[in-house]
Structure formats: structure tokens, C-alpha cells
């Protein structure tokens, strides 16, 4: 009888050993997974915040264009805009407008950074995007030019860069590359103005209206 006592005793310990085992582990699970939806919970609220980050910083910019000299004719929806479904026209560059007096008709890309990355360095897309920003300005024979407000916030940012694609290669902006091309006055009159601040005399011969 001692023996088979000891025996359904060991056998106890071995099944509450591995009841605890599995509470313990499913425990971890748990913890493992509010983990999860917790970081997922904030990568959202983040995208939902740097979206409305740069839909404030794309007025900001809309409001630098004269509405009696640009009209604004496109305006990239944005995934709160589309319910976080994806439409073909979210590849394209943020803004298009149109000169009324000429006619002519370009891009805006709007980039927003509180503060540059080591030496000045900007990251300003990804490759899909570039390679998406350089398609439409191929296809649409139409300038894309990227607008980037540094500091401050985006209702009033200390610095405005802009720069033309046409000689944009890469997903970072080096300080050489944007620092001669500061905007400083904040109303933008023609779209000459655009092509001075870049430091060009005119558009390349492949653009046309």
C-alpha cells in the first residue's frame, strides 16, 4: 500500500506540475497577445496622429498659393479619408494645382519634420514612393515639387524647403541639397516663383502644359 500511495502521490505532483505548466504558459500567451494589440493599438493611433499631422500641414501649404492665381484641382485622399481602403490616386504626390494665367499644371509633395536626423539629413520618403512620385511626373509631364516644413509645428513651421523632383534621386535629403532652397516669403504668386526657389530659370524642355 506504501508503495502504490507514493506512487499516486508522484503521480499527483506530476499533473499539478503540469497544470501549472499550462496556466503558466497560457498566461504568457495572454500577456503575449494584449502585448501585441497594445503595440498595434499605438502604431495606429500614431499613423492616425502623423496623418493629421501632415493633412494640417497640407492646408498650411494650400494656403501659401494664391486661390486667384492656383487653382487646386487634385488632393491625395489619405486612409482615414478611404476607411483604410486603398484607391490607385493615394500613389500620386499630395497636391496638383494649375496656374490660371498659364495653364500650367504641377505637383506638391508635403513632408513635415519637427527636427533634421544627424548632419542635417531628412528622410523625406520611401522607395515605393519615390519610384510612385517619379512615375506620375513622368506620365503626367508635369513637375512634382517637394515642400518641406522643418520645425516650429505645422500650422506655423519655422523653415519651408522646396525642391524640384526633377533632381531628386534619393529617399534622404542631404543639408547641401535643401538649404540653398528655403522659401521665404510664405505667399507663392506664380509658378515661376516655385522654379526660382529650386534655383532654375525655367522648367526642363520634357515638361509641358
Known amino acids: 500500500m ?14 499539478e506540475k503540469r497544470r501549472e505548466k499550462r496556466r503558466i504558459e497560457q ?4 500577456v503575449e497577445r494584449e502585448r501585441r494589440l497594445e503595440e498595434e493599438r499605438r502604431r495606429q ?17 494650400i494656403g501659401m498659393f494664391d486661390p486667384e492665381k492656383f ?13 483604410g481602403k486603398f484607391v490607385h490616386s493615394m500613389v500620386y504626390p499630395d497636391l496638383r494645382f494649375r496656374e490660371i494665367a ?22 523625406w520618403c520611401n522607395d515605393n514612393q519615390l519610384r510612385n512620385y517619379k512615375k506620375t511626373m513622368y ?13 516650429g509645428t505645422v500650422q506655423n513651421p519655422e523653415k519651408i524647403f522646396c525642391l524640384n523632383l526633377d533632381r531628386i534621386n534619393f529617399t534622404t535629403l542631404y543639408y547641401g541639397t535643401y538649404v ?7 505667399r507663392i504668386e506664380s509658378f515661376e516663383e516655385l522654379i526660382t526657389i529650386d534655383g532654375k530659370a525655367e522648367t526642363n524642355n520634357h515638361f509641358r502644359q
Open 2 to 15: 506504501g508503495f502504490l500511495r507514493n506512487l499516486i502521490d508522484s503521480f499527483n505532483v506530476f499533473l
Open 139 to 151: 506620365e503626367s509631364r508635369n513637375p512634382v515639387f517637394i515642400m518641406v516644413g522643418l520645425g
Open 45 to 61: 493611433e500614431q499613423e492616425r496622429f502623423l496623418y493629421r499631422l501632415g493633412n494640417n500641414f497640407e492646408d498650411y501649404v
Open 102 to 123: 498659364t495653364g500650367r499644371k504641377f505637383w506638391v509633395e508635403v513632408k513635415f519634420r519637427a527636427h533634421t536626423e544627424d548632419r542635417g539629413v531628412i528622410t
Open 27 to 30: 498566461e504568457r500567451r495572454r
Open 71 to 83: 487653382e487646386l484641382i487634385h488632393r491625395t485622399p489619405t486612409n482615414d479619408d478611404t476607411n
Open 180 to 186: 540653398h532652397n528655403r522659401v521665404i516669403n510664405r
